[in-house]
């Protein structure tokens, strides 16, 4: 059955460290992959996306990910956390086959300490 | 700038009685998504219109139902309300039924509470 899964419900940094929040997601052809941040009581917005071009995608507020096929993941990076990054993060897919929606990952929570 | 823009912010209901949240787009997309997210959970698709083509995910409650008049708006209706209706809705659009290049753009969502 196609998943897609997000380690980590909840990861905790320091400001100016490295952030890393992974997804994986299993189905025997790559889906379109996208990331998106949720603010306290505010809607989502898109971070950046994996539509089959380049494999490292670079998004907005100094996100990146890398779409690894022999890995199945997506992992968001950034180099050095801020405090404003601290929000929920989803991982979502497309699926290739059918005309299936956006389905999200479980989401991961940032907690950037001072 | 073009947008999606949800009403209102913040909704308090009375337990069984019904309730209208709405959406709008100035973005002319053609597809327009209801997702339900409930506290500390990922958003859950409740339906979608494909232009005027409704689809409705196999799970959604009958309590809940929604109307498109036309492109720019839509709205869901949730005719009993519960105590588990509570949550945060979500309206999004994508410029077609994949939505595979561009992903969804999502509005700021509207609290219901249900008291």
């Known amino acids: 059955a196609q998943s897609v899964t997000q380690l980590g419900s909840h990861v905790s940094v320091s400001e100016g460290a490295l952030v890393l929040l992974r997804c994986n997601y299993s189905s025997s052809v790559p889906p379109y992959l996208f990331w998106y941040v949720q603010y306290p009581n505010q809607g989502l917005q898109l971070l950046l996306k994996?539509?089959?071009?380049?494999?490292l995608v670079k998004g907005i507020n100094g996100f990146e990910a890398e779409f690894k096929k022999s890995e199945t993941s997506f992992h968001l990076t950034k180099p050095s956390a801020h405090m404003s990054d601290a929000a929920e993060y989803f991982c979502a897919v497309i699926w290739n086959s059918g005309n299936t929606p956006l389905v999200f990952g479980k989401g991961t929570r940032l907690s950037v300490i001072a | 700038d073009a947008m999606v823009i949800q009403n209102p912010r913040y909704q308090v209901t009375q337990f069984g009685k019904p309730v209208t949240l709405s959406c709008s787009q100035t973005?002319?997309?053609?597809?327009m998504y209801w997702y339900q997210q409930k506290s500390s959970q990922a958003p859950k698709l409740l339906f979608h219109y494909y232009d005027k083509d409704f689809n409705n995910e196999a799970d959604t409650p009958d309590n809940f139902q929604s109307r498109r008049p036309n492109t720019s708006f839509c709205f869901l209706d949730i005719r009993s309300p519960g105590l588990g209706d509570a949550a945060m809705y979500l309206c999004?659009?994508?410029?077609?039924?994949?939505?595979?290049?561009?992903?969804?753009?999502f509005g700021s969502g509207t609290r219901l509470t249900v008291v």
């Open positions: 994996y539509t089959s071009a380049a494999t």
């Open positions: 999004a659009t994508s410029r077609d039924r994949r939505g595979r290049l561009e992903g969804y753009t």
């Open positions: 973005l002319n997309h053609n597809v």
